[in-house]
């Protein structure tokens, strides 16, 4: 009972403390959440965002317009210029400790409430994949329940300071946060100053491996491990290196390509002006092409 009481009075204290920090993003049921990190500046996920402006609501009501400040949509992140008026910033407390620690999550709800709940730390070092499909590795596995549009909301520790945002959602009641740490700070102060991060787009939708197999295995063609090309994007880099929608990557600067990873792995770190060399077939021809990211138009070769 004891312990009942005391975590009662926990719970309390924290939504008293951080539900001002808290806010809506958006208009109407399933948008978002944000925190308020500074005077004049909102975190939130770049997934509750639908262009460079949308509406912010403070736990007192008050509605006002952001505008984007720096939004990297594959780490999931977006940082909001707005008018924090007396919204006090969170506190940032860096998780350090593992599997069972104690976390409760705090959200503003659609009707202009919040919610409090309580929950442990079931796993760290968590991957997810971000909206464009890009692995986001590192995160916070947690308990703490959520309601639909808690995204961008905060696991705190028992006295209110930040541990992660919530990011995404698992099944059967688990949640992954991005986890409050150094390398998370200092994402959101460059994209603060408005400088966010160039990762370059191949531009092509991918089916699922087994797809591939069935394709060819229905046209009487070998089966072949790699990436089927469901859809090629006009104008992006891969479109003008001559990649068709049917192809199938096999190899990416050498390396066998399997999975969506092997992919992703071979285009981290690549910039405009660099390229990138991928084997594939075609109906039963292999073809090596270059496709070049920014710069003059590149042509694929056989």
Known sequence: MEFLQQLEEVVAKVGERVGPS?????????????????????????HNLRGPETTVTFADGRVAVATAAGVDVDGDLAVLDVDTAD???????????????????????????????????????????????WRIAGS?????????GSSGSPIVDGDGRLLGLNTNRLGDGFYLALPADAEL???????????APSRVRLGVALAPRRAARQLRHAVGLPERE????????????????GLRTGDLIVEATGRPVVTHDDLFAALEGLTEGDSLVLRVVRGADELEVRVAFGGPRAEGSA
């Not at 808290?22 to 500074?38: E, S």
């Not at 916070?140 to 639909?148: I, N």
């Not at 700070?185 to 400088?195: F, M, S, T, Y």
């Open 140 to 148: 916070v596995e947690h308990t703490a329940p959520l309601g639909r």
């Open 185 to 195: 700070k200092a994402r959101v102060g460059a994209l603060a100053r408005g400088e």
């Open 226 to 241: 790699g990436l089927l090309i469901r859809d090629v994007e006009g104008d992006s880099p891969a479109d003008r290196a």
């Open 22 to 46: 808290v806010v809506r993003i958006g208009q109407g049921w399933g948008r978002g959440n944000g925190i308020v990190i500074a005077a004049g500046q909102v975190l939130t996920n770049a």
């Open 87 to 133: 919204a006090p910033p969170i506190a940032w407390e860096p998780l350090t400790s593992g599997g069972g620690t104690a976390v409760l999550a705090v959200a503003a709800t659609a009707g202009g409430g919040r919610r409090v709940t309580f929950g442990t730390v079931s796993a760290v070092g968590r991957d997810f994949r971000g909206p464009r499909g």
